[in-house]
């Protein structure tokens, strides 16, 4: 039975060709099973030197690669423990892509939990998989303009999010210290590297409901220190943010990953999302009824035209205004692997046409947040 397997493709031709070859980015693969290793070492061989490995055998692979890529079974223990033995060499690649083959939060969260900086879920999708790999990291924040930084912020709230998540699925009780320590990094964060660069390095290493969870939060802790509210406040802001889709872990991944339009009845599912969040939160002891107010209600527009309550004007808190701006923006300015990303600018224009529904002179304050800082 085959446990690894180094690919070094025999070269054709000269030297010059040989050297290419070696440039090229090196990925390891992991696998629960050597058809998984083969048919995804298949996939990147065309593209990177690959060296594969699968998870029951001893972990031999030395080098460090630019990318791990993991296809395995993570409902299964001996998974899952496979991975976690192999944690510190994960920790050293920029990229770790989950192929997930269950599409459930569970199984999504899991693999976020293990560290993974993107999950794919279902079944392989080879350009994808290659769009996920198709740069290394170094050079996305050289062309970003933005110098990389460690990511220990963006992985800890992944994490935090990642349990969440898990919690609401399997109905335990959320870690509501954890969520709000990893607000603070992100706070910390934000305060000495600036908004861009924590957009940046979010967009680069995960996609979906927890990208946007961390870009909303990092827009709402920048635009709280843009208006200048208090460290109390901006703490509200900053877990009402982390909280505030977590009612989406209710919401079948086929309806929430959808690219395209959602059709009415898709459309009702999603925007029960927040009593969701607020259903499952309330019965938490050391959660604030301003962050459950957020959470509720950050779908709610000025002219009543919002849900779930249909609230209009003064019965919107100024937290749930300034959580609403954010949300929109950071919405629009996810990256998704099949639409391109839209430029800061256009995402503001689009707030500033909302008039009626969004607090205008808030949208007026959120001008340097979203374009300049
Ligand atoms: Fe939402
Ligand atoms: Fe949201």
């Not at 861009?196 to 709280?224: K, M």
């Not at 925007?271 to 939160?281: I, K, N, R, S």
């Not at 009543?304 to 003064?314: M, R």
């Amino acid at each position: 039975m085959q446990n690894a397997r180094i690919i070094s493709r025999p070269v054709k031709g000269d030297g010059g060709i040989r050297e290419k070859e070696a440039a090229r980015p090196f990925v390891h693969v992991l696998a629960d099973s050597s058809d998984k290793l083969s048919s995804v070492c298949s996939i990147l061989e065309q593209q990177f030197t690959v060296a594969g490995e699968r998870l029951d055998a001893e972990a031999k692979l030395s080098q460090v690669p630019f990318a791990i890529v993991i296809r395995a079974e993570l409902r299964d223990v001996h998974a899952i423990a496979a991975i976690k033995k192999r944690a510190a060499k994960l920790a050293k690649a920029t990229k770790r892509i989950f192929l997930v083959e269950h599409s459930s939060h569970m199984s999504i969260s899991q693999a976020y939990a293990l560290g993974a900086t993107l999950v794919l879920p279902g079944t392989i999708d080879k350009i994808k998989l290659l769009a996920a790999l198709a740069y290394p990291a170094e050079e996305a924040s050289a062309s970003s303009g933005h110098a990389p930084q460690p990511d220990n912020a963006v992985e800890t709230a992944a994490i935090a999010i990642a349990s969440m998540f898990t919690s609401v699925t399997s109905g335990q009780p959320i870690d509501i210290n954890g969520a709000r320590e990893a607000g603070r990094q992100i706070a910390d964060r934000i305060t000495q590297h600036g908004l861009s660069e924590w957009l940046t390095t979010v967009r680069r290493h995960h996609e979906g409901t927890y990208q946007h969870c961390l870009l909303v939060t990092g827009v709402a802790i920048d635009f709280g220190l843009s208006l200048g509210v208090g460290r109390p406040d901006l703490e509200r802001l900053y877990t009402a943010a982390m909280f505030h889709d977590i009612g989406k872990a209710r919401i079948p991944l086929a309806i929430l990953d959808k690219p395209g339009r959602l059709d009415p009845d898709e459309r009702a599912i999603i925007e029960t999302h927040p009593v969701a969040g607020y259903d499952f939160l309330k019965d938490h002891d050391n959660i604030s009824p301003e962050i459950l107010d957020a959470v509720r209600h950050h779908h709610e527009f000025l002219d009543g035209s919002g849900y779930p309550d249909a609230l209009c004007g003064g019965n919107i808190g100024d937290i749930v205004r300034i959580l609403t701006i954010s949300d929109i923006f950071a919405a629009l300015i996810e990256h998704r692997h099949y639409k391109p990303t839209m430029p800061r600018a256009d995402a503001y224009n689009i707030l500033c046409g909302m008039s009626g529904k969004l607090e205008k002179a808030l949208v007026t304050s959120f001008k340097q947040v979203a374009l300049t800082r």
